[in-house]
């Protein structure tokens, strides 16, 4: 079955340290992957999105992820993180050009100041 | 710029009752969609449209039903509520290029069920 997984439930670190939440889905054919960001008390809006082209894609706010196809991964990176970056992180992928999502179970993020 | 908004944002209600939870969007959107949020679970999806009057299953759809008389409405209703569908749900719209694949969601809808 199609399926997405985030490895991390639960991240706390520093400000200034680098950031790396993995995301695996598992099917092999066409997808299109997108990372999604939920600031406390905020709705849920996109960070990222990977459809085709260069693997390493930039988003806003000094987020990037790298879509690496024989790892079937689409990790989600920050060199050095504020305390701003606190958030719920989602990794999300449609498969084979279907336009519904199916999203990971999230990853929390905690930045101490 | 009014985008998507849900209403109730905030519902209380007891075993066995109906409830219905709002969703509007202003861009006229073809795509909607309505998931739930659930600690360990994340965004599991309950029913989508992609146009006025078609609406289908998704993940988790029973218990549960829409309709969509008109592109900017779609409304959820519990047809009877059930302590498991304690949930924060989510409605999202999604342009007419669906290859886009950015949802717009509204600010969710907390809902609890005694």
């Known amino acids: 079955a199609q399926s997405v997984s985030q490895h991390n439930h639960h991240v706390i670190l520093s400000e200034a340290a680098s950031l790396e939440l993995g995301c695996n889905y598992s099917?092999?054919?066409?997808?299109?992957l997108f990372w999604y960001v939920q600031y406390p008390g905020q709705h849920l809006q996109l960070l990222l999105k990977?459809?085709?082209?260069?693997?390493l894609v930039k988003g806003i706010k000094g987020f990037e992820a790298e879509f690496i196809k024989s790892k079937f991964s689409f990790n989600l990176r920050k060199p050095s993180v504020q305390w701003s970056d606190t958030a719920e992180y989602f990794c999300a992928v449609t498969f084979s050009n279907d336009y519904k999502l199916s999203f990971g179970a999230g990853t929390t993020v905690t930045v101490r100041a | 710029d009014a985008g998507i908004t849900q209403s109730p944002r905030y519902k209380i209600t007891e075993t066995g009752r109906q409830v219905t939870l709002m969703c509007h969007q202003t861009?006229?959107?073809?795509?909607m969609f309505w998931y739930r949020q659930d600690l360990g679970h994340g965004l599991r999806l309950i029913y989508y449209s992609a146009a006025a009057d078609i609406t289908d299953k998704g993940e988790v759809p029973d218990g549960y039903v829409v309709s969509r008389s008109k592109t900017e409405n779609f409304p959820l209703t519990l047809e009877s509520a059930t302590r498991s569908q304690t949930s924060v749900y989510f409605c999202?719209?999604?342009?007419?290029?669906?290859?886009?694949?950015?949802?717009?969601f509204g600010e969710g809808s907390r809902l609890t069920v005694l």
């Open positions: 999202a719209s999604m342009g007419w290029r669906k290859d886009t694949g950015e949802l717009f």
């Open positions: 861009w006229s959107h073809s795509y």
């Open positions: 990977y459809f085709s082209g260069d693997p």
């Open positions: 099917y092999g054919g066409t997808v299109n």
